[in-house]
Nanobody
Framework: QVHLVESGGGLVQPGGSLRLSCTAS????????MGWYRQAPGNQRELVAI???????TYSDSAKGRFTLSRDNAKNTVYLQMNSLKPEDTAVYYCNLVRLSPYPGEFWGQGTHVTVSS
């Protein structure tokens, strides 16, 4: 099994910054993808930013230019630096990991709340 632990959410004013962290533990030999999704009230879960393959990074249009995804492979940890936050960024942010081996699987964190409000 794989366990994802998220941290870093909270309340921030518009224009502010937050850094989310997600650390994976458990049976992980190789990873196909790891990153972040979010879900605002009444909306579907959507991609924010994710690493795929060896070094490819995909950002949503809303994240481009404001959010930066980084990782520490030795710690199985990804970070999402979020700058210039807007009220529409308010959502529950979920860490996602797609495992290749020891056998394929997709895993989600419990979610961390981000609220952007004055």
């Amino acid at each position: 099994q794989v366990h994802l632990v998220e941290s870093g959410g909270g309340l921030v004013q518009p224009g502010g910054s937050l850094r989310l962290s997600c650390t994976a533990s458990g049976s992980i030999f190789s990873i196909a993808a790891m990153g972040w999704y979010r879900q605002a009230p009444g909306n579907q879960r959507e991609l924010v930013a994710i690493f795929t393959g060896g070094s490819s990074t995909t950002y949503s249009d809303s994240a481009k230019g404001r959010f930066t995804l980084s990782r520490d492979n030795a710690k199985n940890t990804v970070y999402l630096q979020m700058n210039s936050l807007k009220p529409e960024d308010t959502a529950v942010y979920y860490c996602n990991l797609v495992r290749l081996s020891p056998y394929p699987g997709e895993f989600w964190g419990q979610g961390t709340h981000v609220t952007v409000s004055s």
